[in-house]
Antibody, heavy 118, light 110 residues
């Protein structure tokens, strides 16, 4: 059974770049068929789709974040990553990595809280 | 992309049935049979409960069921139990972006 685990700093200063990595176990990113995704949840709020990457490297980003987001994949390490630049306090959230199949069955990592503060 | 519309809260007593609605448009809920429902307990990651409108993943209780009529999808929980108390989110494929989520519904078991 596939498992996803987020890792990265829990505290980021304003204007800096948030960087997170998701390590996938129990399945290969290279096998295709899934969209490897990042989703965030602001404290006490709902879910926000950030974007996804396919194993081939093709990406889709939420238009509201597109100018600041980069998602990349390292198939040799079975990992994919998120970079969000120029962060503000409004980017404080729990960030989830997830595996999404074409019919939108989402399987989630446990999530990691990232706080933006000086 | 506008979020799908869910009631902020619903409640029910143990043993009762409740239904949570998820209203979108013909560009999302009404246009595709790719509606999913997720359960989220406090401090935990969401868990897939229903996919493709009405299908349950292995291991999910048959007390959970899903349906859709027009632009509105629904999640019904029958035989309500204390452990069902959680937040519930719907999601749908959309023509403008891969996924849109509902705002979430807090279920309280009285």
């Amino acid at each position: 059974q596939v498992q996803l685990q987020e890792s990265g700093p829990g505290l980021v200063k304003p204007s800096q770049t948030l960087s997170l990595t998701c390590t996938v176990s129990g399945g290969s990113i290279s096998s295709g068929g899934y969209y490897w995704s990042w989703i965030r949840q602001h404290p006490g709020k709902g879910l926000e789709w950030i974007g996804y990457i396919y194993y081939s490297g093709s990406t889709y980003y939420n238009p509201s974040l597109k100018s600041r987001v980069t998602i990349s994949v390292d198939t040799s390490k079975n990992q994919f990553s998120l970079k969000l630049s120029s962060v503000t306090a409004a980017d404080t959230a729990v960030y989830y990595c997830a595996r999404v199949n074409p019919t939108l069955r989402i399987y989630w990592g446990q999530g990691t809280l990232v706080t933006v503060s000086s | 992309q506008s979020a799908l519309t869910q009631p902020a809260s619903v409640s029910g007593s143990p043993g009762q049935s409740i239904t949570i609605s998820c209203t979108g448009t013909s560009s999302d809920v009404g246009g595709y049979n790719y509606v999913s429902w997720y359960q989220q307990h406090p401090g935990k990651a969401p868990k897939l409960m229903i996919y493709e409108v009405s299908n349950r993943p292995s291991g999910v209780s048959n007390r959970f069921s899903g349906s859709k009529s027009g632009n509105t999808a629904s999640l019904t929980i029958s035989g309500l139990q204390a452990e069902d108390e959680a937040d519930y989110y719907c999601s749908s494929y959309t023509s403008s972006s891969p996924v849109v989520f509902g705002g979430g519904t807090k279920l309280t078991v009285l």
